[in-house]
């Protein structure tokens, strides 16, 4: 099945300064008018197909993300969220069809890109400090040899803005290992926008998040969405605690994907036609989507996430 955008982008990009300017530190200087770097998508996907272990994990699948935009990757385990992301930045190769990144080939735009990867907790013994993990996004490629000094206030004036920013600034001194989970997720999400990036790739930021820090952290990330033009490709298992933020939905079946608003999306009669089978999408007294009867992907979950 193929994908059906069922509409274009709605929003306008941004016209407020982006983070890139804010945040880059002078290691990271901003450059020059990149040829590529046009008002065109951030990531484009055409008719992509993707084989992991003997079996095709999705086909057919097209799909983007405009600058400044707020979409969100959905769908089932297993259907292979996750995959996209990682076909977007050449981690995963494609079996065929296209994609571009920031208008390169997958991997050619990687360092413009904050990507935060499925979830991995730190262990509670850990003695770094939450701003050294910020800290890490900027320097963590020099394998722990310092900057110089000039550069090194500034990455650490960087560090400071960037914990401001995502309100870490109350426990990032404090051992990452002692943190909770949605206080490590912010400093988490810091350090993937140390580099000031234009796109964030958030894989399942919420998950493991009880209800009001998933509400925090989605409200989190709507503000650096929307207020520093840093546009979001999201991968949530739980549409909810973002779907009030959202621009457009990237739902993915076996075999292919839709696209379009959360309205247009996520009703029975798209994923029916999507999943080829029945599904019902009720909508419960406090605005919450609960979609019934939506398949698993097969079941061939053997060493899911062992290529990361
Ligand atoms: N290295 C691998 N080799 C073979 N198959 C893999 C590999 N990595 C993932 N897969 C398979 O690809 C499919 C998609 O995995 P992916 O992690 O992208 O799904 P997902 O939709 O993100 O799942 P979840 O919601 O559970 O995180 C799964 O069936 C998984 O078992």
Same mark, same amino acid.
């Given at each position: 099945?193929?994908?059906?955008?069922?509409?274009?982008?709605?929003?306008?990009?941004?016209?407020?300064?982006?983070?890139?300017?804010?945040?880059?530190?002078?290691?990271?200087? #901003? /450059?020059?008018?990149?040829?590529? *770097?046009?008002?065109?998508? &951030? +990531? =484009?996907?055409?008719? $992509?197909s993707v084989v992991?272990?003997?079996?095709?994990?999705?086909?057919?699948?097209?799909?983007?993300?405009?600058?400044?935009?707020?979409?969100?990757?959905?769908?089932?385990?297993?259907?292979?969220?996750?995959?996209?992301?990682?076909?977007?930045?050449?981690?995963?190769?494609l079996a065929s069809?296209?994609?571009?990144?920031?208008?390169?080939?997958?991997?050619?735009?990687?360092?413009?890109?904050?990507?935060?990867?499925?979830?991995?907790?730190?262990?509670?013994?850990?003695?770094?400090?939450?701003?050294?993990?910020?800290?890490?996004?900027?320097?963590?490629?020099?394998?722990?040899?310092?900057?110089?000094? #000039? /550069?090194?206030?500034?990455?650490? *004036?960087?560090?400071?803005? &960037? +914990? =401001?920013?995502?309100? $870490?600034?109350?426990?990032?001194?404090?051992?990452?290992?002692?943190?909770?989970?949605?206080?490590?997720?912010?400093?988490?999400?810091?350090?993937?926008?140390?580099?000031?990036?234009?796109?964030?790739?958030?894989?399942?930021?919420?998950?493991?998040?009880?209800?009001?820090?998933?509400?925090?952290?989605?409200?989190?990330?709507?503000?650096?969405?929307?207020?520093?033009?840093?546009?979001?490709?999201?991968?949530?298992?739980?549409?909810?605690?973002?779907?009030?933020?959202?621009?457009?939905?990237?739902?993915?079946?076996?075999?292919?994907?839709?696209?379009?608003?959360?309205?247009?999306?996520?009703?029975?009669?798209?994923?029916?036609?999507?999943?080829?089978?029945?599904?019902?999408? &009720?909508?419960?007294?406090?605005?919450?989507?609960?979609?019934?009867?939506?398949?698993?992907?097969?079941?061939?979950?053997?060493?899911?996430?062992?290529?990361?």
């Open positions: 099945m193929s994908l059906v955008n069922l509409r274009s982008p709605v929003r306008p990009a941004p016209s407020k300064p982006s983070l890139a300017g804010a945040a880059r530190p002078a290691s990271a200087p #901003r /450059r020059a008018k990149d040829p590529h *770097a046009a008002d065109g998508p &951030l +990531v =484009e996907v055409a008719d $992509a992991m272990g003997g079996r095709t994990v999705w086909s057919t699948v097209s799909a983007s993300v405009a600058p400044g935009e707020f979409v969100a990757i959905l769908g089932p385990n297993g259907v292979g969220k996750s995959t996209l992301l990682k076909a977007c930045l050449g981690l995963i190769p069809g296209r994609v571009r990144l920031l208008g390169r080939a997958p991997g050619g735009a990687n360092a413009e890109v904050g990507y935060l990867p499925q979830r991995r907790s730190f262990d509670a013994s850990l003695r770094v400090r939450g701003l050294d993990v910020v800290r890490l996004g900027l320097d963590g490629d020099r394998w722990g040899l310092p900057l110089p000094g #000039r /550069r090194s206030r500034e990455a650490a *004036a960087t560090v400071a803005r &960037l +914990v =401001e920013l995502v309100g $870490a600034g109350a426990y990032a001194h404090r051992p990452v290992g002692q943190l909770s989970g949605g206080e490590q997720q912010r400093l988490l999400i810091a350090q993937a926008l140390a580099r000031g990036p234009r796109l964030l790739m958030l894989d399942e930021p919420l998950d493991s998040l009880d209800l009001p820090n998933q509400a925090a952290v989605a409200g989190l990330i709507s503000r650096i969405c929307r207020d520093e033009g840093v546009a979001v490709m999201m991968v949530a298992h739980d549409v909810n605690p973002i779907l009030g933020y959202l621009d457009r939905v990237i739902y993915l079946g076996q075999g292919g994907a839709v696209s379009g608003t959360p309205d247009e999306v996520i009703t029975s009669d798209t994923l029916s036609r999507l999943y080829g089978t029945p599904i019902e999408v &009720l909508t419960a007294s406090d605005g919450r989507l609960v979609v019934v009867g939506q398949p698993e992907a097969p079941a061939q979950h053997t060493d899911r996430h062992g290529d990361r």
